[in-house]
């Protein structure tokens, strides 16, 4: 068989994603940080960009409000195309900026300076080396306090042995394991325990030292907690069932790795991309604009590339061409990502204002396609809109997938929210008999008599949702 060459004319539709495109989905999908990062990235390495120190609001008509609805509608996301008038662009762009940006309020000279309010979490070694500054042991002593708590996990326990720490430290057994002593008594006890056994009979004596059965019990059958019943392990430890209830209740409310509270990541405030406000008795949406950069193409640069200069070159006019065009590609694809954002956040408040209005008992059951068909926008730009994003309402700061709750079926043929669900959920379990914990089946079958169909599977993963322990570690416990 011989090879070769021919041409050949095929017809075939396929979509293309144009560069521009490519960025301007992306750009939609960045969250508010990375947004004011691209943005401050592009004002680097584009030459005809520029930040603008002011922006005048535009004249509205007599007798009329410029709202965000009055704005000229853009050609969205998933339709625009490569040709673009650009004069009329930088027309429009330069005497035209959008009310629905907010209002940008001044910072007073004479205002307080914030950061000097800011602080950083208390670790749990700061913790412990502040109680041991204040405690009656010696300097040598002290010294030897601190070097155990060095010596700890994130979680508390001890990461060495005492004959380690001994001997590493130059130190006498004996004075290590008497000091060990005195940190494993200090906030929050059961620090510095080496185990899961010392650490919580160090509680137990620390906090219920009458609980002798609850000590033996960690002492003796700390294993067989989880896999026996209270009957069989009253029988291991020759006690009564309700004896061993009681105990197994005291030994669930102690802290199995103390250190955690202390050294759980810190999580940096949340700053909402959408800012909801009570106006009456209607809801206002504000775009969070605070500290992004406002952008503009260089006026000189502008005149340049429309007539042309006789000190620039072909190359260099080409060059700057270019840029001009790649930056008034960045501006509109800015400008249509809050536009969209702010669409699709004022769709969603209007669709759950009774949410607002009353609490979660009242969240409507909300897809994509729902949002996505009233916008005019495909599904997953939608998607890529709320993703990573926050609004701050009246009833908090959320994110904005909060919104969208899948819908669970009823006996009348209607929809109830599954945040609608959880709370009736919650609302059964807090109102149980400590003594008998209702199972899953059992949540389920009283869910049923309310109309609402809820598979046993299904209850159990919302209950896990909400932090509800299962019925067997509920025993004996009141809900928090």
């Known amino acids: 068989m011989s090879l070769q060459q021919k041409l050949s004319l095929k017809l075939q539709q396929k979509m293309v994603l144009t560069p521009t495109l490519q960025q301007a989905i992306r750009l939609l999908q960045l969250t508010r940080l990375e947004l004011i990062d691209e943005a401050s990235m592009e004002l680097q390495t584009n030459p005809v960009l520029e930040e603008a120190t002011t922006i ?5 008509p007599a007798g009329q409000d410029m709202t965000p609805a009055e704005v000229p ?21 330069l005497e035209t900026n959008l009310k629905y940006r907010g209002n940008r309020q001044e910072v007073p000279e004479d205002a307080p300076d914030t950061e ?4 950083a979490p208390e670790t749990l070694t700061e913790h412990l080396e502040w109680q041991v500054s204040l405690s009656r042991l010696d300097g040598d002593e002290r010294a030897v306090a601190e070097y155990i708590i060095g010596n700890l996990r994130d979680d508390g326990y001890l990461a060495s042995s005492v004959e380690e720490l001994a001997a590493s430290a130059g130190r006498p057994l004996e004075q290590v394991e008497r000091i060990l002593r005195v940190v494993q008594r200090l906030d929050p006890v059961g620090v510095a325990a080496r185990d899961l056994k010392e650490c919580l009979l160090i509680q137990l004596d620390a906090y219920h030292p009458e609980e ?8 003796e059958a700390l294993a067989f907690i989880e896999r026996d019943k209270p009957a069989q392990l009253a029988a291991r430890m020759g006690a009564t069932a309700l004896e061993v209830e009681d105990a197994l209740c005291i030994i669930r409310h102690l802290d199995p790795k103390p250190g955690l509270r202390y050294n759980n990541p810190f999580n940096p405030t949340v700053i909402p991309d959408v800012v909801v406000e009570k106006d009456g008795d209607a809801y206002r949406v504000l775009l969070n604009e605070d500290g992004m950069p406002h952008l503009r193409i260089s006026p000189t640069y502008r005149t340049m590339a429309e007539e042309g200069s006789p000190e620039a070159g072909a190359e260099a006019l080409s060059y700057l061409k270019e840029k001009v065009r790649s930056a008034m590609w960045f501006l509109k694809s800015i400008e249509e990502r809050q536009r969209t954002i702010y669409k699709v956040a ?38 890529r809109v709320v993703s990573n994003k926050y609004m701050q309402t009246p009833r908090g700061i959320l994110p904005m997938k909060f919104f969208f709750a899948t819908g669970i079926g009823t006996l009348d043929g209607t929809d109830v929210s599954s945040m609608k669900v959880k709370e009736r959920i919650k609302a059964l379990v807090e109102g149980e008999d400590a003594r008998r914990p209702m199972s ?41």
Do not use: C, W
Request: no cysteine.
């Open 346 to 383: 004022k769709e969603v408040v209007e669709f759950q204002r009774d949410f607002l209005d009353k609490g979660p008992s009242f969240m409507r059951p909300l897809i994509l396609r729902d949002v996505a068909e009233r916008v005019g926008v495909h599904e997953s730009t939608v998607s």
């Open 116 to 119: 000097r309010y800011l602080s």
């Open 73 to 93: 509608e853009p050609t969205p996301i998933e339709q625009m195309e490569e040709k673009i008038d650009v004069e009329s662009y930088f027309q429009d762009f």
């Open 56 to 60: 005048e609001e535009p004249a509205a």
């Open 212 to 219: 002798l059965l609850a000590a033996r019990i960690v002492e």
């Open 440 to 480: 899953d089946q059992r949540l389920a079958d009283l869910l049923k008599r309310e109309g609402i169909l809820l598979a046993r599977r299904t209850v159990a993963k919302y209950r896990e949702e909400l932090n509800i322990p299962s019925s067997s570690r509920r025993k004996g416990t009141k809900p928090s």
